[in-house]
């Protein structure tokens, strides 16, 4: 690689997120209306079988358990915050004041949003959750470990983007979710750590795994399905990145994204084995 | 290295110990190896061709384990355990102290591995906290709080579960070891401002052979932010005890991970060793990472023919530009 081609992360995952769409869409518009369509009847159908089946939300991580390799994981424990699982919450709020010029880093940042829990708790804020009782529950020590792992996740994030390259509007840690018009027990979750017009940024943790661009498409599905017809935005590109490895995915707008899609809400649905994804 | 381009790479040189000013930075030792970090007399700069050369190096010992193991086997994972044979690793994340994740949480650590946590622990809350002074008041009391909020399902945990089983005596005896571990920790550790970015347990994953072949490792911490043609991080490592050189290798080991991940790597190490409250200083140089891109490729090859035991450990190199206090 020569010295004139190199590019740091920081380049090439706001070149990933800000470059121009490849592809047919949105050259070929219809193509996407049709997979849009095609994806909503799938989505029809699955929505209706399932009517007094209870609640299901589809998320990233059911469809990443769907088509994992078999390997056992620990689905059945109980949620419980910890500091890995909180880390990404206070991590994105922290992001959030750093892009509002609201705190100077992210180590300052984090700090902030801990106090504003644990303020809120003891105030009895109108906007208290689960994550603000459990910090502010927490012994000092307790909460410097909450501290780390949102400041360690906030840092790479933050330096991890050139944030003015991406223009406005940014959208930092917003879960968009879907929900079935044809069942209320359906909804499908949309989980991107950072979006703009263009594209949504999805960091990612774990092994390269195959089914991480069925994950990814997923976040295409939802926001398509959650395009009004009569002011329908461009589709976006999806960027998925993770940070342990610097490794960067692109899923580019394509039809056949929401079909991909569709199949694996199907397959979590149906709990049923891989076929056309596998292929895909 | 047929691949590798020259290196442009300042000349190993000893660090020297900070002038009075230097040290004005901080009190004690951590005020010297903040000053030994910062010294910027001269940054290496690192060809952007370094990186790719010893990507392909490993990718093409890779290649043959793959081709010894079958395209559908499960993925290699490799941490430092496994191609250094560094055993349970002091301060390392979880998995360096013997628990990976998900584990059971009653499974018991040794006593090594458990001074390694609550020492990892209560260096990550003095990094957080600035150093502050009475940042830590009851280092063992403190450490399990930290593990207590690290959840269910990993060495924390396990650390908590070990410590409870101990008797009365033996507690006693755990937080006398950990509060010396904690003195020697703050006087150490630097007061390192929020604006270098210092964030701790940045773990770094490789994958080779497109992923079937994961190197893995953790920084104990990171300062700075990558750039792309010039070494900009500084790493610095925790060590509760064990051999010096064999905690340098790993250093040096996660230095090469990072080159691979970011394209350069740390312009500069720092060990701690918080037994003794000795501390080392050095830049990272090009045969460090060829020494164990070395021992990796040779790690490999010795895996595709079933002979990983016979692998002699790499040597550790660049002593002579180490600055060390003891």
């Keep these: ?28 518009r219809g193509a996407w ?11 029809a159908g699955l929505a209706v079988r399932r009517a007094g089946a209870g609640p299901f939300r589809v998320t990233d991580h059911d469809v990443r358990v769907v088509l994992g390799t078999g390997a056992v994981e620990a689905d059945d424990a109980p949620f419980a915050w910890s500091a890995r699982t909180a ?36 105030d009895g804020g109108r906007t208290v959750s689960q994550l603000d009782r459990w910090v502010a529950a927490l012994p000092d020590a307790g909460r410097s470990a909450v501290a780390a792992e949102a400041v360690t996740w906030a840092t790479r994030l933050w330096c991890a983007l050139d944030w003015p390259a991406l223009g406005l509007p940014l959208v930092v840690g917003r879960d968009h979710w879907w929900d079935s018009p044809h069942s209320a027990l359906l909804a499908l979750r949309g989980r991107a750590d950072v979006r703009t017009r263009a594209a949504h940024l999805v960091v990612l943790s774990g092994p390269r795994r195959e089914s991480v661009r069925a994950e990814l498409a997923l976040v295409a599905l939802v926001e398509a399905l959650r395009a009004r017809a009569d002011a329908e935005p461009a589709p976006g590109r999806v960027v998925g990145w993770w940070p342990d490895s610097g490794h960067i995915v692109r899923l580019e707008p394509h039809p056949s994204v929401l079909a991909l899609a569709a199949d694996a809400v199907a397959l979590v649905l149906a709990g049923g084995s891989p076929t056309r994804i596998a292929a895909a | 290295m047929g691949t590798l381009r020259p290196m442009v790479l300042v000349a190993p040189r000893p660090l020297q110990r900070p002038t009075s000013g ?159 571990h904690a003195a020697h920790l703050a006087d150490l550790l630097p007061r390192l401002a929020p604006a270098w970015m210092p964030r701790t347990d940045d773990r770094v994953a490789i994958p080779l052979a497109g992923g079937r072949i994961v190197l893995h490792g953790v920084f104990d911490l990171l300062v700075g932010i990558p750039r792309p043609d010039t070494a900009s991080l500084c790493a610095l490592g925790l060590c509760t005890g064990g051999s010096w050189a ?43 990472l060829r020494a164990i891109a070395s021992h990796l490729a040779a790690w490999l090859g010795a895996t595709a023919g079933g002979a990983e035991g016979d692998i002699p450990e790499v040597g550790v190199v660049g002593a002579v530009a180490v600055a060390e206090r003891g």
Excluded at chain 1, 10 to 15: R, V
Excluded at chain 1, 93 to 113: G, K, M
């Design chain 1, 33 to 43: 209306c049709a997979a849009r369509g095609a994806a909503q009847s799938t989505l």
């Design chain 2, 246 to 288: 064999r905690e340098r290798r790993l250093l040096h080991y996660l230095a090469l991970l990072e080159t691979l991940r970011s394209g350069t790597p740390p312009f500069r190490l720092a060990l701690l060793e918080t037994g003794s409250g000795r501390y080392g200083v050095e830049d990272v140089r090009e045969e460090h």
């Design chain 2, 22 to 180: 230097a040290v004005a930075a901080g009190a004690g030792a951590g005020g010297e190896v903040l000053a030994l970090l910062r010294d910027t007399a001269a940054r290496p700069s690192f060809d952007p061709g370094l990186a790719g050369g010893l990507r392909a190096w490993l990718e093409d010992a890779a290649f043959g384990v793959v081709a010894s193991r079958g395209e559908l086997a499960p993925a290699l994972v490799l941490g430092p355990r496994e191609v250094l044979g560094t055993g349970p690793v002091a301060g390392a994340g979880p998995v360096a102290a013997g628990v990976a994740d998900g584990e059971a949480d009653d499974a018991r650590l040794s006593e090594e591995a458990v001074v390694s946590r609550l020492v990892h622990v209560l260096f990550r809350r003095l990094v957080v906290e600035g150093a502050a002074e009475g940042a830590v008041v009851d280092p063992l009391g403190d450490a399990l709080d930290a593990c207590r909020a690290e959840g269910p399902g990993g060495a924390g945990a396990a650390t908590v579960a070990s410590v409870e089983a101990m008797d009365e005596g033996s507690r006693k005896a755990l937080g006398t070891v950990v509060a010396g």
């Design chain 1, 87 to 122: 880390r990404r919450t206070i991590g994105l709020a922290a992001v959030r004041s750093l892009l509002a010029a609201e705190a100077r880093t992210p180590h300052d940042a984090v700090q902030a949003r801990l106090a504003d829990s644990e303020r809120e708790v003891r």
């Design chain 1, 1 to 28: 690689m020569e010295l004139s081609q190199w590019r740091s992360v920081a380049d090439e995952l706001t070149t990933a997120m800000a470059a121009p769409l490849e592809g047919p869409v949105p050259l070929d």
